[in-house]
Every structure is written in structure tokens, then in C-alpha cells.
């Protein structure tokens, strides 16, 4: 099992950045590849990026595709998502979780980390 932390979110202006974390314990860190989600008031939660277990091998969601990046560091067990160029619309709770694809593979949602844009 992993249990996940999502920490670094924030209240910033539209066209700023923000760092997101997810710490994860748990032996098996290094076997999933891991994804962040979304879910803005009103919305169904929605994924936002994905890496594959090495590092490698990432996918975006179009809303976000050229001003977020996502990264881990398997020795610190975490992953990150660098967000840029915000806009009002990525105002959300952010989660992280182990992925198949573009869906959560097990577990419970963590707490999640608001993130709020302003205009």
C-alpha cells in the first residue's frame, strides 16, 4: 500500500506559479506510476498528469499541456507537479494517487492541497 501527503498549494494571481508535492510512504513507491488530479467546485474530479515509475513517460491533459510539468524523485518518494502560467480555471483541490493510465489504480484520496488562482 501507499499513503500519499499533497502539500504546496496556495492562493495565486492569474499568470503566476505554484510547486505541488506528494509525499508518498511505502516500499512500493517505486512500482506505480503516479498521477495528479483535480476537482474544482461543482466538478467531478478529473486527472491532470501522469509519469511513469522511472520518470519517464509523461501525459497531460489538454487544459493543461505545455505550462504544467510533472516530475518524481524516487528517492525522496515523492512527486511533483510544477504548475505555470495559471489560470482562474485550475482553481481546484489537487490530488495524487497511483495511476493505471488515466484512472486511479487503488486506495482512498488523500487529503488533496487547494490551489486558487485569482484574476
Known amino acids: 500500500q501507499v499513503q500519499l501527503v499533497e502539500s504546496g498549494g496556495g492562493l495565486v494571481q492569474a499568470g503566476g506559479s505554484l510547486r505541488l508535492s506528494c509525499a508518498a510512504s511505502g516500499r512500493t513507491f517505486l512500482s506505480y506510476s503516479m498521477g495528479w488530479f483535480r476537482q474544482a467546485p461543482g466538478k467531478e474530479r478529473e486527472f491532470v498528469a501522469r509519469?511513469?515509475?522511472?520518470?519517464?513517460?509523461?501525459y497531460y491533459a489538454d487544459s493543461v499541456k505545455g505550462r504544467f510539468t510533472i516530475s518524481r524523485d524516487n528517492a525522496k518518494n515523492t512527486v511533483y507537479l510544477q504548475m505555470n502560467s495559471l489560470k482562474p480555471e485550475d482553481t481546484a483541490v489537487y490530488y495524487c494517487?497511483?495511476?493505471?493510465?488515466?484512472?486511479?489504480?487503488?486506495?482512498?484520496w488523500g487529503q488533496g492541497t487547494q490551489v486558487t488562482v485569482s484574476s
Open positions: 494517487a497511483p495511476v493505471a493510465g488515466s484512472q486511479k489504480l487503488f486506495g482512498s
Open positions: 509519469i511513469g515509475w522511472s520518470g519517464g513517460n509523461t
